[in-house]
């Protein structure tokens, strides 16, 4: 069974350009998230999907990030306009969905984004 | 609002001495209490969890304990190896009408030396 997979895993940007970040889910997971991790700080959630909507973004710093899960399969985030402080490692998870019980959250490799 | 302390931040041990990382969280209403191990190039990966209605759980090197009162949870694993090495965070949540809204701690850097 494939894995949770992020695209790309490494970006390189300049203040004021657009990124777009990928996550392509375990297949069959309907729940997908995605945190940030600034260097040397704790893993911040930013939102969760179930299946193509937004069940919780209350993480999401502001509206410069876009989130997006059509059709429910994979995830974009979009950040635009990028800004210094945007620099850290995303990550991507998703788990299946049991309900009333923890459910375990697989995570992606990340993708660090550095701006310049 | 909301957060989990992670301590130590660094941990350095010797080959077969055990080791221990200790967090704490603020919500009492989280119910849920997952370790994660990230190796270089890699993403998180959960290696043991416990829930609020269990004191302790261990699965072979690795233990997990639970104080729901002092609101503290702890990470052992005995007879470190080289292979332990690795960054761990530990992780609160609670069931909520959708999904798990997970809060980590900053991470632990264990260094097990050979």
């Known amino acids: 069974e494939a894995g949770v997979t992020q695209f790309p895993s490494h970006s390189v940007i300049e203040k004021g350009q657009t990124v777009t970040l990928r996550c392509d889910p375990i297949?069959?997971?309907?729940?997908l998230y995605w945190y940030r991790r600034v260097m040397g700080k704790e893993i911040k959630f930013l939102l969760h999907f179930v299946k193509e909507s937004k069940q919780d973004e209350s993480g999401m710093p502001n509206n410069r990030f876009l989130a997006e899960r059509t059709g429910g399969t994979y995830s974009t985030l979009k950040v635009q306009p990028a800004e210094l402080e945007d620099s850290g490692v995303y990550f991507c998870?998703?788990?299946?969905?049991?309900?009333?019980?923890?459910?375990?959250?697989?995570f992606g490799p990340g993708t660090r984004l550095t701006v310049l | 609002g909301e957060n989990v302390e992670q301590h130590p931040s660094t941990l350095s041990v010797q080959e077969g001495d055990s080791a221990v990382i200790k967090c704490t969280y603020s919500d009492s209403a989280s119910n849920y209490f997952p370790w994660y191990k990230q190796e270089l190039g890699k993403g998180p990966q959960l290696i043991i969890d416990i829930r609020s209605n269990v004191g302790e759980k261990k699965d072979q090197r690795i233990a997990v304990t639970l104080n729901k009162t002092a609101k503290h949870f702890s990470l052992h694993i005995t007879e470190t190896q080289p292979e332990d090495s690795a960054v761990y965070f530990c992780a609160a949540s609670k069931t909520n009408t959708g999904g798990f809204k997970t809060i980590f701690g900053a991470g632990t850097r264990l260094f097990v030396k050979a």
């Open positions: 297949s069959g997971h309907d729940n």
């Open positions: 998870a998703s788990s299946q969905g049991l309900g009333g019980g923890a459910d375990t959250q697989y």
